[in-house]
């Protein structure tokens, strides 16, 4: 039995070896973006950590194998899509994100699962996700109405 411990604790310490690159690289406010307060309160609270630069740490966040699964996450939904580098992100790119956005919100896709279960605060109610729908819904007009008209206009 203590062979069994020992060979645990010896593989979640060798683990801790492989730390994955956190970082949280520097906003350029011309390019991040702002929108209302209410809005910007709710991406705060329940999207900036995966997709933004403005992601905040908690003291888990080195310890193997969480570390692996929030750097995964932090990649990818930069990635996706990324609130801080918004007036960069191409418009056709942005449609497609944007519907998506308000699909995810609405069937409880997004925020993650695994990450609500340690952020409590940031489930979305049903006022939430009426207020990011109707932005969603907004920039989507501002880009030039849905994604079926984008595309009719590039055709
Ligand atoms: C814990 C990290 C995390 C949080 C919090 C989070 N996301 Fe994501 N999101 C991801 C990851 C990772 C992806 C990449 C695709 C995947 O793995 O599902 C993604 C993908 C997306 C996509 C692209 C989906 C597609 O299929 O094209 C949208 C849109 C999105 N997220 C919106 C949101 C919104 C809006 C919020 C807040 C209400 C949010 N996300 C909160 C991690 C997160």
């Given at each position: 039995?203590?062979?069994?411990?020992?060979?645990?604790?010896?593989?979640?310490?060798?683990?801790?070896?492989?730390?994955?690159?956190?970082?949280?690289?520097?906003?350029?406010?011309?390019v991040?973006?702002?929108?209302?307060?209410?809005?910007?309160?709710?991406?705060?609270t329940?999207?900036?950590?995966?997709?933004?630069?403005?992601?905040?740490?908690?003291?888990y966040h080195?310890?193997?194998?969480?570390?692996?699964?929030?750097?995964?996450?932090?990649?990818?939904?930069?990635?996706?899509?990324?609130?801080?580098?918004?007036?960069?992100?191409?418009a056709?790119v942005?449609?497609?994100?944007?519907?998506?956005?308000?699909?995810?919100?609405?069937?409880?896709?997004?925020?993650?699962?695994?990450?609500?279960?340690?952020?409590?605060?940031?489930?979305?109610?049903?006022?939430?996700?009426?207020?990011?729908?109707?932005?969603?819904?907004?920039?989507?007009?501002?880009l030039?109405?849905?994604?079926?008209?984008?595309?009719?206009?590039?055709?």
């Amino acid at each position: 039995m203590k062979a069994v411990i020992y060979t645990v604790l010896g593989v979640f310490a060798l683990m801790q070896v492989i730390r994955p690159d956190f970082n949280t690289p520097p906003v350029d406010p011309k390019v991040a973006l702002h929108a209302d307060p209410k809005v910007m309160t709710i991406l705060k609270t329940s999207c900036y950590d995966c997709h933004s630069s403005q992601t905040h740490y908690p003291w888990y966040h080195n310890v193997a194998p969480v570390s692996w699964i929030m750097a995964d996450h932090i990649t990818k939904g930069r990635q996706a899509i990324d609130f801080s580098n918004w007036a960069n992100i191409d418009a056709s790119v942005k449609l497609k994100r944007l519907e998506r956005a308000k699909q995810t919100v609405h069937n409880d896709m997004m925020p993650k699962h695994e990450y609500l279960l340690m952020h409590k605060n940031a489930v979305l109610n049903a006022h939430d996700k009426q207020i990011l729908d109707q932005f969603f819904d907004e920039q989507i007009k501002a880009l030039g109405g849905s994604l079926t008209t984008m595309k009719a206009i590039n055709s």
